[in-house]
């Protein structure tokens, strides 16, 4: 297997290949792997992740999956790196991990067959695609800023080519150190080509964009100094910090953080029979701003 980096190198963006406990640009010049300023591995036209795949996420949702994958879309501006902080809104308590495997494209795929989607994927590398629950029932729909807001994407630490997840592989979640996601690729219902087939069925997928795969049960809310780590075999590690953010999000305008019993349940795993079901509370949406006047009419 063949690992590749990018990483901030002498003040410049730098391709690297892994050897061993070190990384090598092609011009020779070479950096400690636990000393490397880590981008994410690989620069996407688009990031496109799966809702449910995992059979033990379903079976925790308490749902039946669809007859096919459905997908939301993360913006570019949410990627980040192996060692990047995650930041949570100082205002919002429920950023949730979600350890993950992410397939990168290697060759322009569009109407591709399902064997054939093999043959574009270029190969595949860690992500964590953090929840900010606090908006989902505003963007329960789209999810933008849910699982779009700012550096809720890291990816890394590297792209791995000749690895094969169809060999029952086996992704870990640790937080602090503690095991909190445990789940092999087996239990994926749709595999790596088959999301890439259908997503490239109407949508043209370029080289170096990203399909999140799906995570296994047990996603949970992490705090301000938690070390969330995703570890796959044959992977490797991709470890993030989360952080406070330094500013609040803004009340002056838009739907503010709520604690619903839909935001609950999803961010703590509770409640899964209720789902979606039970009314929210009135006093959850109290704080959202009323229209004002345009100052500038």
Request: contains cysteine.
């Amino acid at each position: 297997m063949t690992e590749t980096r990018r990483i901030f190198l002498d003040g410049a963006v730098v391709p690297v290949t892994r050897h061993d406990d070190e990384l090598v640009a092609g011009d020779g010049r070479r950096v400690s792997v636990d000393e490397a300023a880590h981008l994410a591995p690989v620069e996407p036209t688009k990031v496109l992740a799966v809702h449910l795949n995992y059979t033990s996420r379903v079976e925790e949702f308490g749902v039946s999956l669809p007859p096919a994958p459905t997908y939301f879309q993360k913006p570019l501006s949410a990627l980040n790196g192996h060692r990047g902080d995650v930041v949570r809104p100082r205002n919002c308590r429920f950023l949730n991990y979600e350890g993950e495997i992410a397939i990168v494209i290697g060759r322009t795929a569009r109407g591709v067959s399902w064997d054939d989607a093999w043959d574009h994927i270029a190969g595949y590398t860690i992500t964590n695609d953090y929840g900010l629950h606090d908006f989902r029932d505003t963007d329960a729909g789209s999810m933008l800023r849910v699982k779009g807001s700012d550096t809720l994407c890291p990816l890394g630490p590297g792209l791995v080519t000749d690895w094969d997840p169809r060999e029952g592989q086996v992704l870990r979640t640790l937080v602090n150190g503690e095991v909190v996601q445990e789940a092999s690729t087996d239990e994926m219902t749709w595999d790596m080509a088959y999301l890439v087939a259908d997503l490239a069925r109407s949508i043209t997928l370029h080289p170096g964009d990203v399909i999140l795969s799906g995570t296994p049960a047990n996603s949970r809310s992490v705090e301000p100094g938690d070390v969330v780590e995703v570890s796959v075999d044959g992977l490797g590690t991709l470890s993030n910090t989360i952080v406070d953010g330094p500013l609040p999000v803004s009340d002056e305008v838009g739907a503010q953080p709520t604690a619903t019993e839909q935001v609950l349940s999803t961010a703590r795993g509770g409640d899964w029979e209720f789902r979606g079901q039970r009314a929210p509370h009135p006093t959850d949406f109290s704080t959202v701003p009323a229209p004002r006047q345009d100052p500038r009419r």
